[in-house]
C-alpha cells in the first residue's frame, strides 16, 4: 500500500482556510475520499490533502493540483495559485515533491449537493517560512 501523504510531502502550516474550486469535475474521487475521512472540526469530515504543481496544465501554467489518497479532487483558484507559486517553489528548493495539510469535505449527496473542499492552510509567506525553517 502507497504511504498517504507521500513522504515526499512537507507538512504545511495550518493556520487559515483556502477554498478549493474545480471539484464539480472530480466528485468520483471526492466520493471514494469519503471512506478516507475522519472527524474533524466540528465533526466535519477530514481528509489529508496534497498539493502538487501542474506546470503541465494546459490551462493555467501556474496551477496547484489538490489531490486525496483516491485522486485530484480540485485546484486552488487562479488567484491563490499566483499567490502559492512561492511556496511550491520553496518546497522544490528544498527536495520535496509537494505540500500535504487537512482538508475538510463540505456538502455531498447526503445534503443534496455536490462535493467541496476546504483546505486547512496557512497564508504563503508562513508556509514558506515554515519551509526554510525546516531546512536548518
Known amino acids: ?9 512537507f507538512e504545511l ?5 483556502r477554498a478549493v474550486v474545480g471539484e ?9 475520499t469519503v471512506a478516507l475521512t475522519q472527524p474533524g472540526e466540528e ?10 504543481a501542474e506546470p503541465e496544465n494546459p490551462y493555467d501554467p501556474n496551477a496547484i493540483a489538490i489531490h ?10 487562479r488567484g491563490e495559485a499566483l499567490d502559492y507559486a512561492p511556496v511550491m517553489a ?3 528548493e528544498h527536495g520535496y515533491t509537494a505540500g500535504s495539510c487537512d482538508a475538510f469535505l463540505n456538502g455531498g449527496p447526503a445534503e443534496g449537493k455536490s ?4 483546505l486547512r492552510l496557512s497564508p504563503p509567506t508562513d508556509c514558506v517560512l515554515e519551509i526554510r525553517a525546516s531546512a536548518r
Not at 464539480?24 to 471514494?32: G, K, R
Not at 465533526?43 to 502538487?52: K, N, Q, T
Not at 462535493?115 to 476546504?118: E, H, K, L, M, Y
Open 1 to 9: 500500500m502507497t504511504p498517504w501523504p507521500p513522504p515526499s510531502a
Open 13 to 17: 502550516p495550518p493556520d487559515g482556510y
Open 24 to 32: 464539480s469535475f472530480h466528485q468520483d474521487a471526492l466520493a471514494a
Open 43 to 52: 465533526g466535519r469530515p477530514m481528509f489529508r490533502a496534497v498539493l502538487v
Open 68 to 77: 486525496s489518497a483516491a485522486g485530484k479532487v480540485g485546484h486552488l483558484s
Open 90 to 92: 520553496a518546497l522544490a
Open 115 to 118: 462535493f467541496g473542499v476546504v
